[in-house]
């Protein structure tokens, strides 16, 4: 089962709830290496065009931003 995001609108911010696709400071597992590979040019792909201050909410741990991780999460 992939990994999904939401992304909500309506918020003076971009808010992206990333459930079990991102975490402050990692990703979700991944059953293979494709779907490994996957999931991180999948997460590139959509994260590009977010500025910095996008609140991101994970499924489990802290809130981060896009602009911590960015800077601290190796799988970015
Ligand atoms: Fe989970």
Known sequence: ???????????????LVTGDALFAGSIG???????????????????APLPDETLLLPGHGLATTLGEERVANPFL
């Open 1 to 15: 089962m992939p990994a999904l995001g939401y992304h909500v609108d309506g918020f003076p911010i971009p808010v």
């Open 29 to 47: 597992g991944c059953p293979t290496p494709a779907r490994y590979q996957l999931a991180l040019s999948r997460l590139r792909e959509v994260l």
